[in-house]
Nanobody, 120 residues
């Protein structure tokens, strides 16, 4: 059974930082491109960032320069370092197995998520 377990969310003031983590089990983690997706109440899910098996990274324009995705294949872990957080970053953040085009709309490839709330 594939499991993706996120952690690291919380409540932070505008301008603050958080580091999200995701630990994967039941898959050969190193063989997969991995992504972060977020969903705010009443809004469609948004792709945030992806990292492929070569450690090439990509970011949505609205987080570029503020968020950094990374992976540790030895620990089956995916991370998202979030800096200069804004209230509009408030959402539930999901770790997802696959790249940008694959994970949007495919909730079965997401974890359970971790809530990030940024206060103004």
């Amino acid at each position: 059974e594939v499991q993706l377990v996120e952690s690291g969310g919380g409540i932070v003031q505008s301008g603050g930082s958080l580091r999200l983590s995701c630990v994967a089990s039941g898959i050969t983690f190193a063989a997969y491109e991995m992504s972060w997706v977020r969903e705010a109440p009443g809004k469609e899910p948004e792709w945030v960032s992806s990292i492929n098996t070569y450690d090439d990274t990509s970011y949505a324009d609205f987080v570029k320069g503020r968020f950094t995705i990374s992976r540790d294949n030895g620990k089956n872990a995916l991370h998202l370092q979030m800096e200069s957080l804004k209230p509009e970053d408030t959402a539930r953040y999901y770790c997802a197995r696959g790249g940008r085009a694959w994970v949007i709309g495919r909730r079965s490839y997401w974890g359970q998520g971790t809530q990030v709330t940024v206060s103004s």
